[in-house]
């Protein structure tokens, strides 16, 4: 089983390999792209808050430094990209919002004060990223785009989770905190058995499925955890959220590659 580790240094990896892609090649990678921004907003949010509660500090500061730069480098490729009129204006409302999230991210060292406004912005910057994934993918207009975009979306749900998780534990968390939160868990569970049953999926998928469903198992069990003032249980929250992390982005990286 992999260290924490070699599986962070693993995905950092794969985020490199994707960038070292100087353009989108196709419909599909520009699903997997625009579904990764989704994800990246919630990160952003996790990692703050746990920076801002001292909860592995150092890797959770690697992790928003990481996650600003993807995103910046990302939005300047699909806003390029972008095959119609509406899919660039979402993407130029959208550079607008990353703006003042990035400012808020960035401009100050993190504070309750600034958490609940992360919270909310994180809010506004995924509503487009979503908005314009769903415009990708009504373009493809491919059984393979959808799976790329539902898979896609299983990462966002991931750090969604995480992020509602310690905005509690941090006490900033707003009054419909609980509800998304499990509303977050109730999609990522449907969605998981969904892709299982999947036609399209090839025995690797599947396989790499079964992989998700285990980390799924340990990163429930870290969400059921009452938060404490040894913050074990936010440290497990950030441990397995990467994991999980890590093994749906090998996923949608499958699910890219079928055929059109």
């Not at 992999?2 to 599986?7: F, G, R, V, W």
């Not at 985020?15 to 990764?36: F, M, P, T, V």
């Not at 509660?53 to 990209?81: C, H, M, P, T, W």
């Not at 993190?110 to 509503?127: D, F, H």
């Amino acid at each position: 089983m992999k260290t924490l580790l070699s599986a962070l240094l693993a995905f950092f990896l794969s985020l490199a390999g994707h960038e070292a892609q100087a353009q989108i090649s196709d419909i599909n990678s520009a699903i997997n792209k625009a579904g990764r921004q989704r994800m990246l907003s919630q990160r952003m949010a996790k990692a703050y808050f746990q920076i801002g509660q001292q909860i592995d500090v150092d890797r959770s500061r690697k992790i928003l430094d990481g996650s600003i730069a993807v995103f910046d480098r990302q939005l300047v490729e699909l806003k390029n990209y972008a095959p119609t009129p509406e899919i660039k204006e979402t993407y130029l409302k959208l550079e607008k919002s990353w703006l003042a999230y990035k400012d808020v991210l960035v401009g100050a060292t993190p504070s309750p004060e600034n958490g609940r406004k992360v919270l909310a912005i994180s809010e506004e910057v995924l509503e487009l990223a979503h908005q314009a994934t769903v415009q990708l993918e009504k373009k493809s207009g491919s059984n393979a785009g959808r799976l790329v975009n539902v898979s896609g979306r299983q990462r966002m749900l991931s750090q969604r989770m995480a992020k509602y998780y310690q905005a509690a534990s941090w006490g900033i968390a707003d009054s419909g905190a609980g509800a998304n939160l499990g509303r977050a868990r109730k999609d990522f569970s449907e969605a998981l058995q969904e892709l299982g049953g999947a036609p399209a999926n090839t025995g690797l998928i599947n396989d790499s499925l079964g992989l998700v469903k285990q980390q799924w198992i340990f990163f429930e069990s870290a969400l059921n955890q009452k938060t404490g003032g040894d913050k074990r249980a936010q440290l497990a929250v950030a441990t397995t959220s990467e994991r999980i992390l890590e093994e749906m982005e090998g996923v949608v990286g499958l699910y890219e590659k079928l055929p059109k």
